[in-house]
């Protein structure tokens, strides 16, 4: 057999490497390396308009973005969340010594459930803390109803939703706070990197505080803050990914379309599609595979794909729920997330990259519908 290139479910895009050398020698010249640094400052304007955002800080990462979310609201006892999401998440609960208390997600485009949010809050509940998974918009009108009602918190996680805007507007101006990833495999990357969105001056400075060290003055220290800062080189690079963000989404989108012409309408493959009003921004292309129906099993698919070296990912299987450190709480019982449970099982997220080619998509698409 001949040998074909191994494809893996993202590959990152990176800026023109002379237009980063550029701002390499301007940082040798400074020798400012970190600590909200010229580039930082630009860095955090700019995103924060392209996003139609207000208020942003720059991180390390998601996940530290997460924690530090979570502390800058001063969240503590329960926590609401969905189980069908990447690990870090609940993994931030974990780190505040927060208890997880996992809810189902809705069938449709599987975030969480609102109407099942109510049966599982107690006096112990301060947050609820949903992912706009795929990038695909949570029921955000429903969540805050509820957290009005009951005097909760609503941290976003949107390290899927990088771009999304509902009838123009950012996906991240809902809820308390949203936080970003600008990790390799994300639709912007940074190489690593995440933020905090927030909605006024005073929640950001505390933010700010947080992610170094908690220091609000060279002598005064408010919080157990913790060390979180985005550093100059990259943030030199988040401002040029930012000149090319369109294109990448422009070029992820043909290959949606692509994937969405060819597989609608083939037996047993269930596909997403865009949701009017919303501008997505096409971080993964999930397909969900009906065993009976396709007539083969969704492992068996995948494992077909990889000797064909498509390294497709189950996104999002195992739930988070059944990891050995979630698994005995009351909420990960899979009677209590059916929905979840079912998704997990199908799911298979193909390859989608600006630099994906035509001619690997359609060797793609051969495997799924010639089998
Ligand atoms: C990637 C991701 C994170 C973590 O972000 P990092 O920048 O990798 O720390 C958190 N939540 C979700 C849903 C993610 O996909």
Request: proline share 5%; with cysteine; net charge neutral.
């Amino acid at each position: 057999m001949k040998k074909t290139k191994e494809i893996f479910v993202t590959q990152p895009s990176l800026p023109p490497l002379e237009e980063f050398t550029e701002y390499l020698k301007q940082i040798w010249g400074s020798k400012i390396l970190t600590n909200n640094g010229p580039f930082h400052k630009q860095f955090e304007n700019e995103l924060a308009d392209y996003l139609g955002v207000k208020y942003l800080s720059l991180f390390a990462n998601g996940t530290l973005a997460l924690v530090s979310a979570l502390q800058a609201l001063r969240v503590t006892g329960e926590v609401i969340t969905t189980p069908f999401s990447f690990v870090a998440t609940t993994h931030s609960l974990w780190w505040n010594n927060i208890k997880p208390v996992f809810v189902d997600i809705e069938p449709d485009y599987f975030t969480l459930a609102p109407e099942k949010i109510e049966a599982a809050i107690t006096p112990q509940t301060t947050a609820i803390l949903p992912v706009h998974v795929y990038g695909n918009p949570c029921k955000i009108d429903e969540i805050q109803k509820i957290a009005d009602t009951y005097g909760l918190k609503v941290i976003y996680d949107a390290a899927h939703a990088f771009g999304v805007r509902i009838n123009g507007n950012s996906i991240l101006n809902f809820g308390d706070l949203s936080i970003l990833s600008f990790h390799a495999t994300k639709v912007f990357n940074t190489i690593e990197g995440g933020a905090i969105i927030c909605h006024d001056e005073k929640t950001k400075k505390q933010i700010d505080h947080l992610k170094n060290f908690g220091f609000a003055g060279e002598t005064t220290v408010i919080a157990p803050g913790i060390n979180a800062k985005m550093n100059e080189l990259q943030a030199a690079y988040g401002l040029l990914q930012l000149k090319y963000i369109e294109e990448y989404i422009s070029k992820r989108k043909e290959i949606a379309e692509l994937y969405r012409r060819e597989l609608t309408g083939v037996k047993g493959i269930r596909l997403l599609h865009d949701i009017k009003g919303v501008d997505h921004s096409y971080t993964y292309f999930p397909v969900f595979i009906d065993e009976k129906l396709y007539d083969e099993s969704r492992d068996a698919l995948y494992e077909r794909l990889k000797k064909n070296n498509i390294y497709g990912r189950r996104y999002f299987y195992p739930l988070i729920s059944q990891f050995p450190t979630y698994r005995g709480l009351p909420s990960a019982k899979p009677g209590n997330l059916l929905i979840a449970n079912s998704i997990a099982e199908q799911v298979i997220c193909l390859p989608i990259y600006p630099d994906l080619d035509k001619m690997t998509i359609k060797r793609i698409l051969n495997i799924l519908i010639n089998k």
